[in-house]
Every structure is written in C-alpha cells, then in structure tokens.
C-alpha cells in the first residue's frame, strides 16, 4: 500500500515548523526557509499533508484525513523529507531522510568510476530536481535536497557524497 | 547644494569615525550612518541623497555604517566616491527599512496608477522606465518600488544613471519634472501591471500572463532584505498582488518594449 514505507506502517511523521515563515498563495503554500534561504512551493495535497503531520497520525490516517491515496501521501512525504521540512517518527528519528536520498546516489558514485548526469527540471522553483547517476553498473535515481549551495542542477561528482547542486528552490 | 547648507549639517552634529565625516540619514523607516571621507565629497553626496532624508543623530542609526571601503580604482576622485556612498546608502535604507518592504524595480504611474518593473541592478530598468516616460508615463523610480503594508506603492525617484559600470554613470537625467502630482507622490498608488522582462539584445518582446504564485516567488527574490524580514515581506507583496494584470518575459529595443507594455494596460 505504501510502497517504500510498508514497512512503517506505525510511522507518525512529523513536519518541521520552526525556522520557516509560510504565506498561502491560492491553493497553493509558500515556505521560506530561513535556515536554508530557500522557498519552497507546496501544491494543495503536499500542503495537505504538512499541515497534518503532526505526529498523532500514521500514514493511512494521514492518506484518509487528506483524503488523498496513499501514493499521494508517499509522494508529498518524500518531497517534504527531501526538502529539510523535516519528517521524523514517533521515536524522533527520520523516516525518510535526505541523508537517506542522498545516501543512495553517493554509493552509486562511490562503487566506480562514473558518467554523472543531473537531469535537472530546475525551471520550475520549488520543484525537486530529478537526477540519474549511472557508470560501473549502478543506476540511482531519485530525488535529491537542495540545501547544499543554492546553484541548479549542476554535474555530479563523486567523494563522500553526491557533490553536485542540485537547487531547484528558490535560493533567496 | 550650497556651502552654507553644509555647514548647517556640520552644525547640526556629524560625527567622526576613523577620519570620517559621519552622517546619520532617516529615510523610509530606516536610519543609517554614512561616513564621508572629506567635505568636498560630503558636498558632492548630498544632493544625491534621497528624497525626503532627514540628518538625525548618529546615535540614532542603526547596523554599520556606510563607508568608503578602499580605491576601487587608481583614479577614484571625490565624486566618484559620492556617486558610491550614495548608491550603498540607498541600499543600506532599503535593507533595513522597518516601515517599507524595497523591490528592486523601476516604476512608473499611468493616471492614478503604477506600472512596477522588478529587476535587479543593471538589468535595464532606467532604460526601460526612461522607455515609459517618454511615451507618456509619470516617473516614480528607476531603481527601488517602495512597497506599504496596504501594498501601495511610493516613489524612490532620483537622478536616473544609465550606468556602462558598477557604481560610475556614463549620465544622468533628471527626471524630476515627470513626477506624478503631489497628491500621488504623498498617498502612493496601487500596482495596476507588474511586469518581469528580462532583456535579451535583439529580441523581440514577448510577454506571457503570470500566476499569482509564481509572481510571488519572482517578487521575494527581488525583495531587498527579504531574508532579515520574510514574513513582513510575505505580507507587503501579497497585497501588491492584488494587481490585476503580471506579466513575465522577455524584451529587446526599450522604445518597443514600452510601447507593448502600454498596450497591455
């Protein structure tokens, strides 16, 4: 039901509050991040979300009240997580990281020598960047913070972790 | 500016900091310090300053003060340096404003109300506000919207510089006469257009209708001080967008870029 978070189904995932100021624009929700000097564009569902995690509800109580599908809440979770809005468990430990996110692309990089490519739709603010790192027989693929340095999407390098920017904020 | 005039404010209290003079200015809900390395260059800086500025006691201003760093050049000259601490005074006056929300923008006012045109420095905005005036339009600013809590927006009006050169005007036009009444001028006016046209060499303009959202997001970035203050900044700019008509593109040849954006009014 839901995907990579299956097996959590007793996480209660809590959003980030402190350090942002937020306006509602339409239907849609603005969030500046002032530690990170970004602002990020939540659509209505993503918004939906944020604004119900508050740690008493697990995954299918959030997908009910927000009267979304559980795909919808997964996808809005994992934008959340990769954007620092951050979502931890009941336990206060992150259930989808962006360490985890990046984690992912930093082994594909460190098991060889690779041909990186930042697949970048860094047009559109607020939107994460896609990225696909490929070479020595690994792919990852996924999505991936934008809190390192606020430039788009540029090439990735391998060392300890994806060294690439990948802002697709809007860096403020 | 009359030498009398300058000793008036040395009368009225400057101050001294590493061999400065130094100058407190109230403008905007800001109250900055300038240090100014010699007469002759306060001289210079004072017409320069902007409208509306009053002397207030350096005690009263707040963050560092305004300097002259170090030679931008071999030939830096008295009025060069004017020229400098005007523009990062102007800056420091947006940034710390308390009262006002700064666009970076040019502005003009057709009838009762402003055509606002974000963009940052040297990205063509006196050209294009210089655009506008002479096809008819009142002159509010060339660099700086001045935006209220309401959301109305008031004049930064100055001595236009078209500039080829960080901080040194190839000219000046004093566009004092195109102001709009004083009425105007003193109540501030509602946006009617906000209009974000890159300059492109070349092309032609094209400018597409922009979500509200988007408008937004383009808007905070050209927010002086939006990070020391982005919830009054949220606030500010969200009235502004009352506007009915925001537009994003692209623009070439001024003349024809002002022309179109009259059109759309």
Redesign the interface.
Known sequence: MFGILSRKQSVRPVARTDGL???L??D?T?V?D?ER?V?R?LDADTARVWKLADGTRTLAMLADDAHLSAKAVEASLAKLAAWDLALVDSLGKSFVTRRRLIGSAAGAVAAGSFIARAAASCAN??SPCQFQITGGGSIATGEIDCSYGGLCCGTVGGSKWVAGYYDCG?P? | MLISDIDLILEQGTGSEAGDITLGVSCLGSAVAVGVPNRECLELLVPLLPPGWKQIGIERTSGEPVRWQSPMRPETTNESIAHYLASQLEYAIAERSETFVFLHAGVVVVGEEAIILPGESHAGKSTLVAALVKQGAAYFSDEYAVISSEGRVFPFPRQIAMRNDLYYPVGRTDLSHALPEESIVASGCRAAMIVFAKYVPDSVCQLEPLDRTSALIELCQNTVGFRARPDMSFSYLDRLLDCPRIFKGQRGDADAAASRILALL
Do not use: D, K, N
Request: proline share 0%; charged share 20%; hydrophobic share 40%.
């Open positions: 100021s937020i306006t624009s339409g849609e603005l500046y002032r000097f602002i564009r603010a607020g809007t403020l």
